[in-house]
């Protein structure tokens, strides 16, 4: 639960840019969506797995 404080003399509009900074920042979005499904944890694992490889294959790439 996020909660932002709004004095009176605070436009509306200053208060939704503050929340929508917060909520990027707290991924919370990210959070919200990847909890609408569920997934196996084998799935989650072998995603890790594929992630770090192609991170792998990059760093070496490089050099």
């Not at 991924?27 to 792998?56: M, N, Q, W």
């Amino acid at each position: 639960m996020l909660i932002i404080n709004v004095d009176d003399r605070e436009s509306i509009e200053k208060a939704l840019r503050r929340y929508k900074k917060k909520v990027r920042d707290t991924k919370l979005l990210k959070i919200i969506r990847k909890r609408k499904h569920f997934e196996k944890p084998s799935v989650t694992r072998r995603a890790e797995v594929l992630k770090a490889a192609y991170k792998d294959r990059k760093f070496n790439e490089m050099f």
